[in-house]
Antibody
Framework: QVQLKESGPVLVQASETLSLTCTVSGFSLTNYGVIWVRQPPGKGLEWMGIIWRNGNTDYNSALKSRLSINRDTSKSQVFLKMNSLQTDDTAIYYC??????????WGQGTLVTVSS | DVVMTQTPVSLSVAIGQPASISCKSSQSLVGTSGKTYLNWLLQRPGQSPKRLIYLVSKLDSGIPDRFSGSGSETDFTLKISRVEADDLGVYYCLQGTHFPHTFGAGTKLELK
């Protein structure tokens, strides 16, 4: 069955770079896009960006200057990197299926706290 | 960016009673394909969001038919015909037509 699982550091210092990995199973990254969504504690959801099944990417313009999404199809992994972190980047980060089955499957999420 | 305005912010409903949530978008969600990429998600406490409805009115597998979605262009509604305890949580509308995809602020469904 389709599964996604996020992994990465729990705590990151302000001004540093966040690196997260989304490991997927049950599908190929050449058949599905993967989206990153984040949710500050107790708040709403923000779409961050997508890596399409062809490897192209699109980013939320609010984050574009700090964000990059890449993948390793052989390892079924998608990578998020975001630099210049601030305390308001503290959030649960989710990876989610994109095209063609948009938002059908979500990872469990990983809470990242940015410390000043 | 497309703004998704959800109302009400919170909803207190007795078990067995109906519930309705509205979602309005700041521009039409009809895509170039003619499809309308409007989704409804439910986030139960401590869990990841779960998609309930896609393309305005299509129920995901395993979602009871107590749930229904309707609407067009900029105006959408999620209805629960008879609320059950398992329905509690925060409901989000989500548009997938325009980039960046955007979410409503959420509607918290609580028991009366």
């Amino acid at each position: 069955q389709v599964q996604l699982k996020e992994s990465g550091p729990v705590l990151v210092q302000a001004s540093e770079t966040l690196s997260l990995t989304c490991t997927v199973s049950g599908f190929s990254l050449t058949n599905y896009g993967v989206i990153w969504v984040r949710q500050p504690p107790g708040k709403g959801l923000e779409w961050m960006g997508i890596i399409w099944r062809n490897g192209n990417t699109d980013y939320n313009s609010a984050l574009k200057s700090r964000l990059s999404i890449n993948r390793d199809t052989s390892k079924s992994q998608v990578f998020l990197k975001m630099n210049s972190l601030q305390t308001d980047d503290t959030a649960i980060y989710y990876c989610v299926t994109g095209s063609p089955n948009w938002f059908a499957y979500w990872g469990q999420g990983t809470l990242v706290t940015v410390s000043s | 960016d497309v703004v998704m305005t959800q109302t009400p912010v919170s909803l207190s409903v007795a078990i067995g009673q109906p519930a309705s949530i509205s979602c309005k978008s700041s521009q039409s969600l009809v895509g170039t394909s003619g499809k309308t990429y409007l989704n409804w998600l439910l986030q139960r406490p401590g869990q990841s969001p779960k998609r309930l409805i896609y393309l305005v009115s299509k129920l995901d597998s395993g979602i009871p038919d107590r749930f229904s979605g309707s609407g067009s262009e900029t105006d959408f509604t999620l209805k629960i015909s008879r609320v059950e305890a398992d329905d509690l949580g925060v409901y989000y509308c989500l548009q997938g037509t325009h980039f960046p995809h955007t979410f409503g602020a959420g509607t918290k469904l609580e028991l009366k």
